[in-house]
Nanobody
Framework: QVQLVESGGDLVQTGGSLRLSCVAS????????MGWYRQAPGKQRELVVR???????SYADSVKGRFTISRDNAKNTVDLQMNSLRPEDTAVYYC????????????????WGQGTQVTVSS
Protein backbone atom coordinates (compact mmCIF):
# COMPACT_ATOMS: atom_id res chain seq x y z
CA GLN A 1 0.00 0.00 0.00
CA VAL A 2 2.84 2.38 0.81
CA GLN A 3 6.39 2.47 -0.46
CA LEU A 4 9.33 4.53 0.72
CA VAL A 5 12.11 4.62 -1.83
CA GLU A 6 15.51 6.08 -0.99
CA SER A 7 18.25 7.17 -3.33
CA GLY A 8 21.57 8.94 -3.19
CA GLY A 9 23.81 6.61 -1.24
CA ASP A 10 27.37 6.35 -2.50
CA LEU A 11 31.05 6.07 -1.65
CA VAL A 12 32.61 9.40 -0.69
CA GLN A 13 35.85 10.58 0.87
CA THR A 14 36.15 12.09 4.31
CA GLY A 15 34.97 15.67 4.22
CA GLY A 16 32.76 15.11 1.23
CA SER A 17 29.03 15.59 0.79
CA LEU A 18 26.07 13.50 -0.23
CA ARG A 19 22.38 14.14 -0.59
CA LEU A 20 19.88 11.41 0.17
CA SER A 21 16.31 11.53 -1.05
CA CYS A 22 13.22 9.58 -0.10
CA VAL A 23 9.79 9.60 -1.68
CA ALA A 24 6.69 8.05 -0.15
CA SER A 25 3.97 6.80 -2.44
CA UNK A 26 0.74 4.87 -2.17
CA UNK A 27 -2.57 5.27 -0.40
CA UNK A 28 -1.38 8.04 1.89
CA UNK A 29 -3.85 10.24 3.73
CA UNK A 30 -1.27 12.27 5.60
CA UNK A 31 2.27 11.96 6.90
CA UNK A 32 3.14 13.05 10.41
CA UNK A 33 6.85 12.58 10.90
CA MET A 34 9.47 11.66 8.32
CA GLY A 35 13.05 10.94 9.12
CA TRP A 36 16.32 9.20 8.54
CA TYR A 37 17.84 6.43 10.59
CA ARG A 38 21.11 4.59 10.05
CA GLN A 39 22.60 1.27 10.95
CA ALA A 40 26.30 0.53 10.89
CA PRO A 41 27.63 -3.04 10.86
CA GLY A 42 27.31 -4.62 14.28
CA LYS A 43 25.37 -1.69 15.69
CA GLN A 44 21.75 -0.91 16.40
CA ARG A 45 19.72 1.28 14.11
CA GLU A 46 19.81 4.86 15.35
CA LEU A 47 17.96 8.05 14.66
CA VAL A 48 19.83 10.57 12.52
CA VAL A 49 17.14 13.23 12.20
CA ARG A 50 13.40 13.54 11.92
CA UNK A 51 11.04 16.29 10.86
CA UNK A 52 7.38 16.84 11.57
CA UNK A 53 4.81 18.03 9.06
CA UNK A 54 5.12 21.45 10.66
CA UNK A 55 8.87 21.54 10.12
CA UNK A 56 10.06 20.82 13.65
CA UNK A 57 13.35 18.94 13.52
CA SER A 58 15.28 16.73 15.91
CA TYR A 59 18.91 15.86 15.12
CA ALA A 60 21.27 13.37 16.67
CA ASP A 61 24.12 15.21 18.41
CA SER A 62 26.65 13.47 16.18
CA VAL A 63 25.29 15.11 13.02
CA LYS A 64 24.28 18.56 14.25
CA GLY A 65 25.84 21.28 12.13
CA ARG A 66 26.76 18.84 9.37
CA PHE A 67 23.46 17.31 8.23
CA THR A 68 20.32 19.14 7.15
CA ILE A 69 16.90 17.62 6.62
CA SER A 70 14.27 19.11 4.35
CA ARG A 71 10.79 18.03 3.47
CA ASP A 72 8.20 18.73 0.79
CA ASN A 73 4.79 17.91 2.22
CA ALA A 74 3.05 18.28 -1.13
CA LYS A 75 5.33 15.73 -2.78
CA ASN A 76 5.75 13.41 0.23
CA THR A 77 9.51 13.67 -0.01
CA VAL A 78 12.27 14.10 2.50
CA ASP A 79 15.91 14.88 1.73
CA LEU A 80 19.04 14.68 3.81
CA GLN A 81 21.98 16.89 2.92
CA MET A 82 25.11 15.47 4.51
CA ASN A 83 28.24 17.61 4.62
CA SER A 84 31.65 17.14 6.22
CA LEU A 85 31.18 13.40 6.16
CA ARG A 86 33.29 11.23 8.45
CA PRO A 87 34.16 7.53 8.36
CA GLU A 88 31.87 7.01 11.36
CA ASP A 89 28.93 8.13 9.21
CA THR A 90 29.32 4.94 7.20
CA ALA A 91 26.08 3.00 7.45
CA VAL A 92 22.93 1.95 5.68
CA TYR A 93 20.55 4.89 5.83
CA TYR A 94 16.84 4.21 6.11
CA CYS A 95 13.94 6.53 5.42
CA UNK A 96 11.08 6.35 7.91
CA UNK A 97 7.57 7.72 7.86
CA UNK A 98 4.77 7.81 10.39
CA UNK A 99 1.60 8.19 8.42
CA UNK A 100 -2.10 7.57 8.00
CA UNK A 101 -3.59 5.63 5.12
CA UNK A 102 -6.62 6.66 3.09
CA UNK A 103 -9.62 5.08 4.79
CA UNK A 104 -7.78 4.71 8.12
CA UNK A 105 -7.46 8.32 9.18
CA UNK A 106 -7.45 7.50 12.89
CA UNK A 107 -4.55 5.03 12.74
CA UNK A 108 -0.87 5.94 12.44
CA UNK A 109 1.39 3.36 10.83
CA UNK A 110 5.16 3.21 10.48
CA UNK A 111 6.90 2.48 7.22
CA TRP A 112 10.55 2.00 6.30
CA GLY A 113 12.48 2.22 3.09
CA GLN A 114 14.81 -0.50 1.91
CA GLY A 115 17.93 1.45 2.83
CA THR A 116 20.73 3.08 0.91
CA GLN A 117 24.42 2.53 1.61
CA VAL A 118 26.65 5.45 2.54
CA THR A 119 30.34 4.70 2.77
CA VAL A 120 32.87 7.31 3.83
CA SER A 121 36.49 6.43 3.16
CA SER A 122 39.31 7.78 5.28
Amino acid sequence: QVQLVESGGDLVQTGGSLRLSCVASGSIFSINTMGWYRQAPGKQRELVVRITSGGYTSYADSVKGRFTISRDNAKNTVDLQMNSLRPEDTAVYYCHADLRLIGESSVFREYWGQGTQVTVSS
